[in-house]
């Protein structure tokens, strides 16, 4: 990889045909960059040497990783214990200390906790994926956004919040409107949380293991498989918190939130210094189509960070567009209207939807500031987090984009393991459907092009369809043949073969019983790139331990906070309710039977996740998410800001958003699932203002809440100083990579 290459290769791209000219060293990487086929692409490609057939970690570092992981768990159990405290106070405290680690949480145990429970392999596995995908840089808009919303929630959301006293999320809209707004909020936010985010996180730790693994068995188990990585990861998470719940989770986070901000680091740097070691015939492949690149200008390997570093930069520069990988530059906050992940719209309104609600109203973020020993300590904790987020996109999204200028071919190896042949005894003599995409259509042309053409006669198309068809194709090939034609003159063919073939199969979709529906073929597996990353960079490096058990303790962290707080939830928004007398203890007993319960479930749901269908894991954990969060965000609002907004609100404007994500979700599946989450939200809105407008001229009153005197609620003058500094440095972020 680090080797001079010949001049002759200088002279021309790894694509070009044979026959190009001296000239073609001065054409950019767009003109040169055909979907080629994985014959020609291996001849240049870095990561076509064999994988080695060792163990992926020795004897030391397997030590190394299972003294860290399990002395840092035992730290955290360990301070979760109080050596003076009797078992008289143990009874009284009960429910209290075991979810809410007694109140006593402080500033910089809140701020670590919140980053560790976030960021965590649903940011490394999805979020790197979705870099090294088109959208590249804007996905962390979810970060820096994020860090804004923070500073909002410290000061508007969790004083309100504190002045309740309460343990759980759902518990304040029975303080604030009923106790159906409670229970319908307490079973949504359960079902969602356990079945989403909890089994999301589980699947991306065992993909990270999977990937890094694979072809390992040990003891007769097969290590890249994923559901064995999910049972891992599953099962180490519940012995955690089952022994120490919410306090041993918050010390173990200071440790785990501070490796996996250096773990990442570590990988950016190998990743950056690979960049610029690696042959640019190979780079040239991965460049944007309007950045200008050419194998001449990426210049000859080196051994310099810097050399990585405007690598980088040449090869994602050039305007935001959408369309297939690659059509556009990389490296913009800001992307096209029409963009299929984050249109610019989408930073409007669509964006600060999941954002508020994940920060605000999550309850296993809020825990961790509902366990705040005042709001002081609180606020300065949140503002600490949120500085801290302006980092995770040096340390997650750069390596994602890394990733795929680095090792496009095992990218798409990966993918190509989940579209290996259909099993006879699945298709049981019914007719196979193919269910294409534009990444798909790319890097297989012939193929493609195959399936479409097939689908369309076992769906007996009409003459003009198939002729609409079969000319789409042949200029598709035609262009493939073309070595001087661009990538993005070639996605409208793309684009067009993949609308067709929608339109196609869709009575295939609508009526699968009939047909043999195959997983969504894709080009690249994207999900894979950070785990890539680390098989392919750390091995005799001394730090693939450190990076393996910063991951796997973030995710066992995040995991663990996750089921802590559904048993929670469950504990005292449900069982609670239905059983009011119950004892601290019986409530603890009730919480644990409860987390492992959740356990089971997330479990058998996580390895599903691998299917292609999903669109990766982090749009699986922010879609679903909106047929929740557009709705409870509004009753929240208005819970918080809008005395006179009457109490049947708080369950009906849950009820009116799922119903609505959904019948937008079936009706206009096209639209971007940020934009379907701000026509919601503007609907419920517009709904609370009426329902409180109603109650106005009804004569209601304003519904006042009381202290309950749980914590000191004297916000914090540093915390303020501290908040508008981060806000000022997130804009100049975005002004940065506009």
Known sequence: EGSVPAPAADAQPALAAPAVTPAAEAQPAAELQPAASAAVA??????????????PLSITEVILFCVVVVGVIALGIWKSRDPEETEEEKKTKGASDYFLAGRGLTWWLVGFSLIAANISTEQFVGMSGKAANWVGMAIAGYEWLAAITLVVVAFCFLPKLLKGGVYTIPEFLEYRYNTLARSLMAIATLLILVGVPTAGVIYAGAKVISVFFTGYTAMGIDFGNITVGCIIIAFCATVYVFVGGLKACAWTDLFWGAALIVGGGVVAYFALMALSGADPNHLVQSAAANSGATVASLGNPSDSLWHGVTRFFELNSGDAASGVNTVGGKLHMIRPADDAEIPWTALCLGLWI?????????????????????????????????????????????????????YR???????????????????????VIYKLTDSFLVENVEEGCAHALHNAEVMKVGGEVMAELKQACADLKADAANDQTTLAERAPFVEKIASLNSKIIKPAVDNSDNYYLTDT????????AFGTLIRKLLPGTGWTWFVLAALFGAVVSSLASMLNSASTIFTMDIYNK???????TELVTVGKIGLLVCAVIALCIAPFLDSPAFGGIFNFIQEFQGFLSPGALCVFLFGFFVPKCPRIFGWLGIVINALLYGALKIWQPEMAFLNRMAVCFITVVIIGFIFTAVNVARGGQSIVLPDRGVVALQSSSRAKIFGWFVIAA?????????
Do not use: C, H
Request: overall charge neutral; charged content about 20%; glycine content about 6%.
């Open 42 to 55: 291996s001849q240049a490609a870095p990561e076509a040497s064999a994988e080695p057939k060792t163990a």
């Open 354 to 406: 999941p954002n508020f609600f994940y920060w605000g109203l999550n309850q296993y973020i809020m825990q961790r500031t509902l366990a705040s020993k005042s709001l002081a300590e609180g606020q300065m904790g949140i503002v600490f987090a949120a500085f801290l987020k302006l980092i995770i996109p040096f340390v997650v999204v750069v390596p994602g984009i890394l990733a795929y200028n680095l």
């Open 409 to 431: 071919n095992d990218l798409k190896e990966q993918a190509e393991v989940k579209y290996a042949a259909e099993d006879p005894a699945k298709v049981q003599g019914r007719p």
């Open 521 to 528: 073929l894709v080009g690249f597996d994207y999900d894979s």
């Open 578 to 584: 239905l059983r009011r007398n119950a004892k601290p």
């Open 730 to 738: 997130t804009v100049a972020l975005y002004i940065i990579f506009w």
